[in-house]
T-cell receptor, first 111, second 115 residues
Framework: QKEVEQNSGPLSVPEGAIASLNCTYS??????FFWYRQYSGKSPELIMF????GDKEDGRFTAQLNKASQYVSLLIRDSQPSDSATYLC???????????FGTGTRLKVLA | EAGVAQSPRYKIIEKRQSVAFWCNPI?????LYWYQQILGQGPKLLIQ????????DSQLPKDRFSAERLKGVDSTLKIQPAKLEDSAVYLC?????????????FGSGTRLTVV
């Protein structure tokens, strides 16, 4: 059973701090890794994808991938109250466009 | 670019009734996905279409769920008969040909409540 594991939270950080969200996955053959943001009552929104080991930066967001450790993380710098949401980690199943999602980590940014 | 369109936004039905959801993907997106998201869980893939052919329906409960994508554009997902455990948000997503490794765009979803 292929799995994606996330801490459900809530993770609370003060405004302006760095939020660190973590995810582990079981399928060593996964090629693409995604972070989706989901506000309450809304659908998931893609914010980052990464497929090479290392870091990928996009504005205040940095995705980090370590395939050897089967670990993906998302850093949010200068966290804002508007970043308060559930962050879903997803990975593709080897050779397919099928994604396995984690249950999400709820982030609260305190003003 | 218009996003993925879904309707209805909400639906409340009694158990054993039938229901249908509609999805219109982003123009030119050959691949269409239906996901089910139960409250407190991540989305789970039900079925994937490439044009009007099924690529993966391994997690679709075929005794009660069916889906079609006529002419390779719009898609409908049907549940008949519905059970209480089908209460969830049904999300449609699409991606361009060969671009599924780079993430896909979800529609706003249909929230189904079965009572």
């Amino acid at each position: 059973q292929k799995e994606v594991e996330q801490n459900s939270g809530p993770l609370s950080v003060p405004e302006g701090a760095i939020a660190s969200l973590n995810c582990t996955y079981s399928d060593r053959g996964s090629q693409s890794f995604f972070w989706y943001r989901q506000y309450s009552g809304k659908s998931p929104e893609l914010i980052m994808f990464i497929y090479s080991n290392g870091d990928k930066e996009d504005g205040r967001f940095t995705a980090q991938l370590n395939k050897a450790s089967q670990y993906v993380s998302l850093l949010i710098r200068d966290s804002q109250p508007s970043d308060s949401a559930t962050y879903l980690c997803a990975v593709n199943i080897r050779g397919t466009y099928k994604y396995i999602f984690g249950t999400g980590t709820r982030l609260k940014v305190l003003a | 670019e218009a996003g993925v369109a879904q309707s209805p936004r909400y639906k409340i039905i009694e158990k054993r009734q039938s229901v249908a959801f509609w999805c219109n993907p982003i123009s030119g997106h050959a691949t269409l996905y239906w996901y089910q998201q139960i409250l407190g869980q991540g989305p789970k893939l039900l079925i994937q279409f490439q044009n009007n052919g099924v690529v993966d329906d391994s997690q679709l409960p075929k005794d009660r769920f069916s889906a079609e994508r006529l002419k390779g554009v719009d898609s409908t997902l049907k549940i008949q008969p519905a059970k209480l455990e089908d209460s969830a948000v049904y999300l449609c997503a699409s991606s361009p040909p060969g671009a599924g490794y780079y993430g896909y765009t979800f529609g706003s979803g249909t929230r189904l409540t079965v009572v």
